[in-house]
């Protein structure tokens, strides 16, 4: 008993497990207020599910912090392909009903019952390849001159995205994509290709969403990328978005309702478990609105803080890292999480379309929340290493 005490007192970062302990524990509260006052019938068992997923949660990212980084390197290209191999499921077992209503076929849905989103758990996998890929080829790259291995360089990051992007293009789950895409980023940018090819991919990048997005805009253009193969769910978020109040009977009931529940907490909110406006699926992906009605903006803004301290927690720990793999690991898990938190508090604001992501830690449902709590075990990993180099770097010295 000393000893695991004396384990977690020297071996855990609780600078970076306290944030996100308090981030579970707001949201199973805001989970228990939505829950009670959409589905009062079913409290017991959705907070029973949500402690049951916190629980394993725990437990794969203490399993996942004692890794050594030999094994983790070793088991990258199996977690890949085991990764892929699960999301080809949701497009065998899906329910018609849930992809009429969301548009995609993320879940795997046996007997009506979603089970779980194999993408989340291919989030983790993806990480941890493009950051082995880019511990394989950047010295390399960083030894020579020429640009033609940086061509190498995003190639090889190409072949490992290529089949995701493939499998979610299947699954129509576009606000998934962007999650990956938000990933690749983050690493392509510290990885040390050259700017004079990064810079020019970004202009690109800009321009195609900027024509993208007027020819959105002009008359006719919706019916033009329909045509081009747009599906129906896609134009109507954007349409949704573009003009909330204008369709604020159909297409944007769900953002416009967040907007007002949103406005309505004011400063402090109106208190605990005080729900008034109805705002579809607020026990996942708007579950924001609960805490801005019930907790008002001063609540809004302990919740972002804590994002803060987390995000800030694990920059300090990637920083201080002289093991190149968990540094990129790092790097990817920052990016995912804070386009997670971007992304779903910015379309809960209005400020971005909804795309159905989660916010992490907080929202209902389990395979985010063991995704996360995975990425958090291999950031606690890579803490517990810094912790044991310091050690023995004193005692040389």
């Known amino acids: 008993m000393k000893k695991h005490k004396q384990f977690f007192k020297q071996n855990i970062d609780y600078g970076l497990l306290m944030p996100v302990f308090f981030l579970i524990l707001i949201g199973l509260v805001v989970i228990y207020i939505s ?14 599910q949500q402690v049951v997923w916190i629980l394993l949660g725990c437990g794969l990212a203490y399993l996942v912090m004692m890794f050594k980084t ?10 890949y392909v085991l990764g892929l191999l699960l999301m080809v499921l949701p497009l065998i077992f899906y329910s018609p009903a849930l992809v009429a209503s969301t548009g995609a076929k993320n879940w795997v849905t046996i007997a009506n019952t979603p089970l779980f989103q194999p993408s989340e758990f291919m989030k983790i996998s993806y990480i941890l390849v493009i950051a082995r890929v880019t511990v394989w080829w950047r010295p390399k790259l960083l030894a020579s001159d020429s640009l033609k291995d940086d061509w190498l360089f995003l190639l090889f990051y190409g072949l490992v995205t290529l089949p995701v992007m493939i499998l979610l293009a299947l699954q129509k789950d576009l606000g998934t994509a962007m999650v990956f895409m ?6 392509v940018l510290l990885s040390g290709i050259s700017s004079r090819i990064l810079i020019p991919i970004i202009a690109a990048v800009v321009v195609v969403v900027a024509g993208f997005l007027i020819v959105f805009l002009i008359p006719g253009g919706k019916e033009f990328l329909y045509k081009m193969g747009m599906d129906t769910y896609q134009i109507n978020r954007l349409s949704a978005w573009f003009d909330p109040f204008k369709y604020a009977e159909g297409i944007a009931y769900q953002q416009t309702q967040g907007m007002i529940s949103i406005g309505s907490g004011g400063v402090l909110g109106k208190g605990f478990n005080v729900l008034d406006l109805a705002v579809p699926v607020r026990e996942s992906d708007m579950i924001f609105t609960v ?14 803080l804590l994002y803060l301290l987390l995000i800030y927690r694990m920059l300090l720990i990637t920083i201080k890292s002289n093991n190149q793999f968990y540094t990129f690991i790092s790097t990817g898990f920052i990016m995912m999480i804070s386009f997670h938190i971007f992304e779903n508090i910015g379309a809960a604001l209005g400020i971005l379309p909804l795309t159905g992501i989660p916010l992490p830690f907080i929202s209902k449902g389990g395979s985010s929340l063991i995704s996360n709590m995975i990425g958090v075990g291999l950031v606690l990993s890579m803490s517990n290493q810094n912790r044991l180099n310091e050690y023995y770097y004193q005692r040389k010295h």
């Open 35 to 48: 829950t009670a006052n959409d589905y009062p019938k079913t409290v017991i068992s959705v907070m029973a």
């Open 182 to 187: 938000a990933i690749l980023a983050g690493v």
């Open 291 to 304: 805490i801005a009605e019930d907790f008002g903006f001063l609540g809004s803004s302990i919740v972002l």
């Open 70 to 79: 030999s094994f983790l390197w070793k088991a990258t290209p199996y977690l």
